[in-house]
């Protein structure tokens, strides 16, 4: 049964055996498990439930809808910009669907450094498999590799350098558009992508367990040393539309341009419905790398080890934009299927490296990556149908932290290291040589003075430029790292089942956990994590 | 359509901006601004949309956005040596003045920059009416 928060205006107390906050890659799947494992489980969402046939592709709206802060959430500096999936299902409704595993090089090092017995590769392989398969992961086809990833493949090929095509969890999916990224309007089971919203979170209602939307968790409460549930805050929306703002239009499958109804922008500044207790027996804590320590840390839970927000990963990224003569219609088909692991090796170097993968966007999210402004920008977007684009994204071994301000939102500290910075300058070297060898004409990056480079170009101006802050844009969609999981109590936060060294029944199942950059995208190892924490839990129920 | 968020001079300091920052100007026919200045009873759709969005972002994020705002447009005094705000610079001026916060050495003032460009470009370019891909002839509209 889904609540919807936003209606409840009462103050309301419930008694269950697990409380989860969150319900996204983490949350859904604990919910999911430990409802089927017979207990009594409610799930508190902070964003609302999503029809995914209201999706609209509308840029603004559908940031406003699936994401914190409308997508605008940065570092404290501003210089990089963090989305995170706010709704249910997380950010598995607006990624672009990579199902990968966890590279072992990552897990044995959390096993020497970490003290981490628990998750090796063996271990964890059931809950990978038992994810896969709810989630529909497969692999995608050659015939539904669009041209943007092709000719990042060709280019790869020229230079040399070892990439694959990837697995996703989508189901029968037209590879309508890039604005995948906005949340799939076809999603249903077996159909569209598989995010969490229609995979896990429908198994774990119909398992019976309670998923509250609208419901802003600002406590956890512990009692004795042991989590005994949280305290929640019902946000009600204004629901009146602001109007019409324009029609939208929208690209079928065929290609034919479809117009339909204009996006309607909910006044979405909140104010406070009912109050919500939730008295538990233990707390699943699944509500993403910024938002969880944001709440331990707001909770006044004991931090012995002082740990709470630290060790914060962001897994920075840089757009490379490559111009061809021809046209590559980046927009069209399935936005990521290939990336290039070549500056992955995790054995030799296990602090370094980047992934370079095909990148593109909506037509706002494409004109944000360019650089300038005014004329100069403008050339640019008007041969958009003919750039193909790269992110860098880095497994950075750069720590930052977060911790809250006196109203209780979060600061988000990160500031890149050397060691990072000269790795990111390196991966935009390899994005320009890639795209040339893949026969663009010309490269651009996004500092805010335009750099333009031909094939002639010496590429080492990249370098001299370098990376500073608010110079270039830096995005980041994989924050982790900030509850981190180990054997002493005395440098991490939680132990190898997932559970809190500190507060007894509290366990965390989001990529707060990884005690490292897991180097990869970390929807699905999230996921299963969560899968083996969830049914040890189950297992030696009570906590 | 009222405006939720911005006054009508916050408008026309994103009216301008926008024009500034996407590169369309009269000549161009894409969209005409009004003159400087003037009131902006009649306000652009960019900005319309802009202020949609912002009206539905986190009260923090509507502070800074409001506050750079006023300080881009006041800021030509202490940046530029122009005795004049923003909107009322001309074409030409503007563009260095824009320039000039790009390029600066504070990386606050980059920062504040590249937030203003990327509304500007999120408002403009989420718009089914553009016609930037004009050469293009089954591609999607700005969305």
Same mark, same amino acid.
């Given at each position: 049964m889904i609540i919807q928060g936003r209606t409840v205006t009462q103050d309301i107390t419930e008694s269950v055996d697990v409380c989860v906050v969150g319900s996204g890659a983490g949350g859904a799947v604990a919910a999911k498990e430990l409802a089927q494992a017979g207990l009594s489980v409610v799930v508190l969402e902070a964003g609302e439930t999503h029809d995914p046939t209201t999706f609209t592709g509308n840029t603004p709206e559908m940031l406003l809808r699936l994401f914190w802060d409308g997508g605008m959430r940065t570092t404290r500096d501003g210089s990089i910009l963090i989305s995170q999936g706010r709704g249910v299902g997380g950010s598995t409704v607006h990624n672009l669907c990579y199902a990968v595993r966890i590279p072992n090089a990552i897990l044995h090092r959390w096993k020497a450094e970490f003290g981490i017995q628990d998750l090796s590769p063996s271990n964890l392989s059931a809950s990978f498999d038992r994810v896969e398969a709810t989630i529909g992961v497969n692999q995608i086809r050659e015939e539904q590799v669009n041209q943007l990833n092709r000719s990042i493949r060709r280019g790869a090929h020229v230079m040399g350098w070892?990439?694959?095509?990837?697995? &996703?969890?989508?189901?029968?999916?037209?590879?309508?558009?890039?604005?995948? #990224? #906005?949340?799939?309007?076809?999603?249903?089971? /077996?159909? /569209?992508?598989?995010?969490?919203?229609?995979? +896990?979170?429908? @198994?774990?209602?119909?398992?019976?367990?309670?998923? +509250?939307?609208d419901c802003l968790v600002e406590n956890i409460v512990a009692e004795n040393g042991h989590a005994v549930g949280v305290t929640a805050q019902f946000r009600s929306r204004h629901t009146q539309p602001l109007g019409q703002i324009e029609s939208t239009t929208s690209l079928s499958d065929g290609g034919a341009v479809q117009t339909g109804n204009a996006a309607e922008i909910a006044d979405r500044s909140s104010r406070e419905g009912g109050k919500f207790t939730v008295r538990s027996k233990a707390v699943v804590l699944a509500a993403g790398a910024i938002n969880s320590p944001q709440l331990w840390l707001n909770s006044r839970l004991p931090d012995p080890s002082r740990q709470v927000g630290c060790n914060l990963h962001l897994h920075p990224a840089i757009f490379v934009g490559g111009f061809f003569d021809e046209a590559v219609d980046a927009y069209r088909g399935i936005p990521q299927?290939? +990336?290039?692991? &070549?500056?992955?090796?995790?054995?030799?170097?296990?602090?370094?490296? +980047?992934?370079?993968?095909?990148?593109?966007?909506?037509?706002?999210?494409?004109?944000?990556?360019?650089?300038?402004?005014?004329?100069?920008?403008?050339?640019?977007? @008007?041969? &958009?149908?003919?750039?193909?684009?790269?992110?860098?994204? #880095?497994h950075d071994c750069s720590s930052g932290r977060v911790t809250v301000n006196r109203r209780g939102s979060p600061i988000i500290r990160y500031r890149l290291n050397q060691n990072d910075r000269a790795s990111l300058t390196q991966g935009l070297i390899h994005s320009a040589q890639l795209l040339f060898a893949a026969g663009a004409k010309k490269t651009v990056l996004p500092y805010t003075r335009r750099i333009i480079m031909q094939r002639e170009s010496n590429l080492e101006i990249i370098r001299q430029r370098g990376i500073v802050e608010n110079d270039i844009l830096i995005t980041s969609s994989h924050p982790q790292g900030t509850l981190r999981m180990g054997s002493d109590p005395r440098k991490t936060v939680v132990d190898s089942t997932g559970e809190a060294h500190a507060v007894k029944g509290l366990f965390v199942v989001d990529a707060s956990l990884f005690p490292t950059s897991i180097a990869v995208p970390p929807m699905l190892t999230v996921a299963a994590m969560a899968d083996r924490i969830a049914r040890r839990l189950a297992t030696n129920w009570p906590p | 359509m009222t405006l939720q968020f911005f006054n009508p001079t916050e408008a026309d300091i994103l009216r301008v901006l926008t024009e500034r920052m996407v590169g369309t100007d009269s000549s161009v026919g894409w969209e005409q601004p009004s003159a400087r200045g003037t009131s902006t009873a009649g306000h652009a759709p960019t900005v319309t949309t802009i202020d949609a969005f912002v009206t539905g972002l986190p009260r923090y994020v509507q502070v800074r956005f409001r506050r750079a705002l006023h300080l881009f447009q006041w800021c030509p005094i202490l940046f530029g040596g122009k005795l004049c705000p923003f909107t009322q610079l001309s074409s030409r001026d503007a563009d260095t003045y824009i320039r000039s916060w790009a390029e600066s050495r504070f990386g606050l003032r980059r920062r504040l920059f590249r937030g203003l460009r990327d509304v500007t470009f999120l408002g403009y370019y989420s718009r089914s009416s553009i016609g930037v891909y004009e050469n293009a002839t089954d591609e999607p509209r700005g969305r």
């Amino acid at each position: 049964m889904i609540i919807q928060g936003r209606t409840v205006t009462q103050d309301i107390t419930e008694s269950v055996d697990v409380c989860v906050v969150g319900s996204g890659a983490g949350g859904a799947v604990a919910a999911k498990e430990l409802a089927q494992a017979g207990l009594s489980v409610v799930v508190l969402e902070a964003g609302e439930t999503h029809d995914p046939t209201t999706f609209t592709g509308n840029t603004p709206e559908m940031l406003l809808r699936l994401f914190w802060d409308g997508g605008m959430r940065t570092t404290r500096d501003g210089s990089i910009l963090i989305s995170q999936g706010r709704g249910v299902g997380g950010s598995t409704v607006h990624n672009l669907c990579y199902a990968v595993r966890i590279p072992n090089a990552i897990l044995h090092r959390w096993k020497a450094e970490f003290g981490i017995q628990d998750l090796s590769p063996s271990n964890l392989s059931a809950s990978f498999d038992r994810v896969e398969a709810t989630i529909g992961v497969n692999q995608i086809r050659e015939e539904q590799v669009n041209q943007l990833n092709r000719s990042i493949r060709r280019g790869a090929h020229v230079m040399g350098w070892r990439g694959t095509i990837q697995r &996703h969890n989508r189901g029968a999916c037209p590879g309508c558009s890039a604005d995948c #990224l #906005l949340g799939c309007p076809i999603s249903q089971p /077996g159909v /569209g992508k598989q995010s969490m919203a229609v995979s +896990y979170i429908p @198994q774990a209602l119909e398992a019976g367990a309670r998923l +509250y939307t609208d419901c802003l968790v600002e406590n956890i409460v512990a009692e004795n040393g042991h989590a005994v549930g949280v305290t929640a805050q019902f946000r009600s929306r204004h629901t009146q539309p602001l109007g019409q703002i324009e029609s939208t239009t929208s690209l079928s499958d065929g290609g034919a341009v479809q117009t339909g109804n204009a996006a309607e922008i909910a006044d979405r500044s909140s104010r406070e419905g009912g109050k919500f207790t939730v008295r538990s027996k233990a707390v699943v804590l699944a509500a993403g790398a910024i938002n969880s320590p944001q709440l331990w840390l707001n909770s006044r839970l004991p931090d012995p080890s002082r740990q709470v927000g630290c060790n914060l990963h962001l897994h920075p990224a840089i757009f490379v934009g490559g111009f061809f003569d021809e046209a590559v219609d980046a927009y069209r088909g399935i936005p990521q299927s290939f +990336y290039v692991d &070549h500056f992955l090796d995790l054995e030799r170097n296990p602090d370094n490296g +980047y992934l370079l993968l095909p990148a593109f966007g909506p037509m706002a999210l494409v004109a944000a990556s360019m650089p300038s402004f005014g004329r100069e920008h403008r050339d640019l977007m @008007q041969v &958009h149908r003919s750039i193909a684009a790269l992110l860098v994204l #880095l497994h950075d071994c750069s720590s930052g932290r977060v911790t809250v301000n006196r109203r209780g939102s979060p600061i988000i500290r990160y500031r890149l290291n050397q060691n990072d910075r000269a790795s990111l300058t390196q991966g935009l070297i390899h994005s320009a040589q890639l795209l040339f060898a893949a026969g663009a004409k010309k490269t651009v990056l996004p500092y805010t003075r335009r750099i333009i480079m031909q094939r002639e170009s010496n590429l080492e101006i990249i370098r001299q430029r370098g990376i500073v802050e608010n110079d270039i844009l830096i995005t980041s969609s994989h924050p982790q790292g900030t509850l981190r999981m180990g054997s002493d109590p005395r440098k991490t936060v939680v132990d190898s089942t997932g559970e809190a060294h500190a507060v007894k029944g509290l366990f965390v199942v989001d990529a707060s956990l990884f005690p490292t950059s897991i180097a990869v995208p970390p929807m699905l190892t999230v996921a299963a994590m969560a899968d083996r924490i969830a049914r040890r839990l189950a297992t030696n129920w009570p906590p | 359509m009222t405006l939720q968020f911005f006054n009508p001079t916050e408008a026309d300091i994103l009216r301008v901006l926008t024009e500034r920052m996407v590169g369309t100007d009269s000549s161009v026919g894409w969209e005409q601004p009004s003159a400087r200045g003037t009131s902006t009873a009649g306000h652009a759709p960019t900005v319309t949309t802009i202020d949609a969005f912002v009206t539905g972002l986190p009260r923090y994020v509507q502070v800074r956005f409001r506050r750079a705002l006023h300080l881009f447009q006041w800021c030509p005094i202490l940046f530029g040596g122009k005795l004049c705000p923003f909107t009322q610079l001309s074409s030409r001026d503007a563009d260095t003045y824009i320039r000039s916060w790009a390029e600066s050495r504070f990386g606050l003032r980059r920062r504040l920059f590249r937030g203003l460009r990327d509304v500007t470009f999120l408002g403009y370019y989420s718009r089914s009416s553009i016609g930037v891909y004009e050469n293009a002839t089954d591609e999607p509209r700005g969305r």
